[in-house]
């Protein structure tokens, strides 16, 4: 399964994503971000940061700012491998950070005085706050969508699972109409990988993806 859905009803984010109103920075994508610095504190700057997805080995790579900063965005949901490296210090490596779609995660790391050769396991996922934004919601997972009974196997049922959002007045917005954060029905927008699936008539989605190709779905009930 390889697809985000995100809801912005605000919104519906199918990864597959589906989204509900404007949810513009909704990308379908994952971003990494924080700071590298020293033992003393100090921000070290030029250091090399690369992730991999441990299931496909997709690589992107990046350098710190003069600030000790970093940011790696455009990464598919998934589990990857972090990697630090400067001259003079050891290697740092987080491995098996589990990224949510549209999450945005920061990673923070201190390099310790050493061979490049020598390397430290930063261990624990506690790091994962995303500080970035304002934005309220959560993400369904594989297991929850493979494993929940749905009515029909619409997958628009798992945002109910989401505080604040609710089925609203009956009927309204036909199979995948609810109601989130008081907002009418008509008033949610549907996301596929960051792209629009609504309709520009009555804002419900335009393409129904069978529920056994999705890997998670987003709902985002505040942006």
């Known amino acids: 399964m390889s697809r985000s859905f995100a809801w912005v009803g605000f919104c519906l984010v199918l990864s597959f994503e589906l989204a509900s109103l404007p949810v513009y920075a909704q990308l379908g994508t994952a971003t990494i971000s924080g700071a590298v610095i020293d033992s003393t504190g100090a921000a070290v700057s030029g250091a090399s940061i690369t992730t991999t997805n441990a299931d496909t080995g997709f690589r992107r790579e990046t350098v710190s700012n003069t600030l000790g900063e970093y940011s790696i965005s455009g990464l598919a949901p998934g589990t990857y491998d972090v990697q630090v490296e400067f001259k003079g210090f050891k290697k740092a490596e987080q491995k098996a950070l589990t990224l949510q779609v549209d999450q945005n995660a920061r990673i923070d790391v201190t390099l310790e005085v050493g061979q490049v050769t020598e390397s430290i396991e ?39 699972l989401v505080p604040g959002v609710n089925t609203g007045a009956p009927g309204a917005g036909g199979a995948e109409g609810f109601s989130a954060a008081g907002l009418r029905a008509n008033q949610n927008a549907f996301l596929i990988d960051g792209t629009s699936n609504s309709d520009a008539f009555q804002n419900r989605i335009t393409v129904r993806p069978n529920i056994d190709s999705r890997q998670e779905i987003k709902i985002q009930t505040n942006n």
């Open 122 to 160: 930063i261990e624990g996922q506690s790091a994962l706050v995303d500080t970035q934004s304002a934005t309220l919601g959560a993400v369904i997972d594989t297991q929850k969508i493979l494993s929940l009974p749905l009515n029909g196997r619409n997958f628009a049922q798992l945002a109910l």
